[in-house]
């Protein structure tokens, strides 16, 4: 079995986490009879620069004709000031998602036995952290219609959080179906106290519950989501939510973890599934060798799971990274005193080892 | 001077701590030569049961009538099935919001040294935590139009998110004013690389930082506001965002603080303030006289800084309240090994001592 593979590395440290994602997965493949095609694409800053647009085309057409895309991170200074539909995360993520139809976003979010005094919260607090979020990516305020409006000189501006019926469900399904894989817990997050789309996300999820008996359902209030991640985040398993709040969640709840660079993410929904690291293309340690490839490595493990339903595959990378925490290897980002510092390369070919 | 204060017990736990911020306003009042009128009202629960409605057209007409207004906490299980607009806190908060024009949510959040300990974030994290999220309260996706349609036969639901110039303007300049009597940093937090309305924010809060030039001004995306608020919550000064960013962000940021009993807010915007403590009903340990009195009184202090410019009053009530917690008191929800257990009354009765 052959996948095709885009890889797009984009701006910044993405030039060095994604070769090390795809050397893991060549060896996966070569351990348990799988290959791979790579094909690199341009996108973000470095695409504007050589064509002009954040997304080219041929960039887009090759998407569309792989079976799943590696990303590692856009953007940088270097293109903050271009207007913003121009600008290498909005104008290539947002058409990206949209055209792929990737609705929704995976995040999990757990946190590591080897590195847990790493979080700025305390070690107490975060014990047992295992949660997922599944944030809607293709619909709401995001995608609604927006606009600005002279009323008598003054002037208005607006965004529609829209949300239609099979939206929420094919979304809610997910979750539903990711939950009866992991401790069976939905929790629906909305403000339905105060919007009509979230009353009408809560009624869907209402709706769809007694197709799902062995998951336990709650609701809560975006608010009070906010606080409970921070005081018991041990309560979640999988969290379903709106664009907006999910990307506001998603942020915070990758705070639980010892560092961004642990934390991997997929974006599913169309044939063609897009993963990538949740943290961005940090410029300030570009090009220096000290970026953590870990979480470009679990993005791979989530292909290979979610994409190719390779399951046993993706637990043997989780496995091999948990046993080079423990050995006591360390990118900067998740450096402790008593530690061993390794640079990108080092930190996979000692993954490479464990597999 | 007399100040005729309206006071709006609510439920659960409010008919324990609104008394106590009463004997807290007398005590200040005698030794500074300040009057009140205490005036009761009723809201929330206990008003749906005695008039069928959260907020009674006389309570509405004792607000207007009122120099500032003192709110308990509102709702409890007892009301939670009721439609929506008829539930205590949708009911009640949204319409007084509306009606006197209280467009300005200030929640200050600081961390106590002889609490230091008690947050879920580690203390080195929280060390010199003292900042003021400034919420637009009457815009946005709460007053927006909404709806439902169906598009053959496809439900569809939707919130607007809108915003007018001169809104955002006096909020803006609300918080600048506030941030010139503190650390004079202001860090306005928007979505501006999606939506339009956050972009007619970002463009009316530049236009106006000229003008406030011993201010410095940043902007900073909800998502990494939420990240960094947990991250180096010792970065911000005062915060001001819209309606939903600002509910989701201040209760996030109340967990930063030892206790959701120690957290006073402020509305404002019209000739009448509203003043409340940020915390709930908590009709778990209602009528048990064990809830925490500091926030209400603490929302006390801020009407008589904010509603009656006696600001060596507010200041006066604040410094008790330190006094007191050094001297090692608490309330059960800040309780510590080798602390003073009081109740609701005891913890006034030490406040009252210290001033
Ligand atoms: C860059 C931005 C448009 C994007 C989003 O808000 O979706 C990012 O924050 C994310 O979460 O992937
Ligand atoms: C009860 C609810 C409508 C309210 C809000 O969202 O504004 C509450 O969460 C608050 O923050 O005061």
Redesign the interface.
């Known amino acids: 079995m052959t996948y095709r593979i885009a890889v797009l590395p984009g701006d910044g440290i993405g030039a060095e986490i994604v070769p090390q994602a795809l050397r893991v997965l060549e060896a996966v493949g070569a351990k348990y009879g799988l290959s791979f095609t790579f094909t690199e694409g341009l996108i973000g800053g470095i695409a504007i620069d050589e064509t002009g647009q954040p997304l080219p085309q041929e960039t887009l057409e090759l998407c569309r004709n792989s079976d799943a895309i590696l990303l590692g991170a856009i953007g940088g200074p270097k293109w903050d000031n271009l207007p913003?539909h121009l600008?290498p995360?909005?104008g290539a993520l947002?058409p990206l998602r949209k055209a792929l139809g990737l609705y929704a976003n995976i995040r999990p979010c757990r946190t590591y036995d080897a590195l847990a005094d790493a979080s700025?919260?305390?070690k107490e607090?975060l014990a047992g952290t295992d949660m997922v979020i599944i944030r809607e990516l293709t619909g709401g305020?995001?995608f609604?219609s927006?606009?600005?409006t002279d009323?008598d000189g003054?002037?208005?501006?607006?965004?529609?959080?829209?949300?239609?019926?099979?939206e929420i469900e094919r979304i809610v399904r997910l979750a539903f179906e990711t939950a009866r894989h992991r401790r069976k817990k939905l929790c629906s997050v909305d403000?339905?106290?105060?919007?009509?789309?979230?009353?009408?996300?809560r009624e869907t999820v209402n709706r769809l519950a007694p197709e799902y008996p062995d998951i336990a359902v709650t609701h809560m209030y975006?608010?009070?989501a906010?606080?409970q991640?921070?005081?018991?985040p041990g309560q979640f398993d999988v969290v379903v939510t709106e664009n907006?709040?999910g990307?506001?969640?998603?942020?915070?709840a990758?705070?639980l973890s010892a560092s961004l660079g642990m934390l991997a993410s997929a974006s599913l929904g169309g044939r063609v599934g897009l993963y990538e690291p949740a943290h961005g293309s940090a410029p300030d340690i570009a090009g220096q060798k000290k970026a953590n490839p870990i979480a470009t490595i679990l993005s791979a493990a989530m292909m290979l799971e979610y994409s190719f339903n390779r399951v046993a595959e993706a637990r043997a990378i989780e496995a091999a990274i948990e046993a080079v925490l423990a050995k006591g290897f360390r990118t900067g980002d998740i450096m402790e005193a008593g530690k061993r510092l390794v640079n990108t390369e080092e930190m996979t070919d000692r993954v490479l080892e464990e597999l």
Do not use: C, H
């Open positions: 913003t600008r995360e909005v947002l700025t919260l305390k607090v305020l995001y609604g927006k606009g600005r009323v003054v002037q208005q501006a607006w965004d529609t959080m829209i949300y239609s019926t099979p403000k339905a106290n105060v919007l009509e789309s979230s009353r009408l996300w975006v608010d009070n906010a606080m991640l921070i005081r018991n907006t709040f990307d506001i969640l998603s942020d915070q990758s705070m």
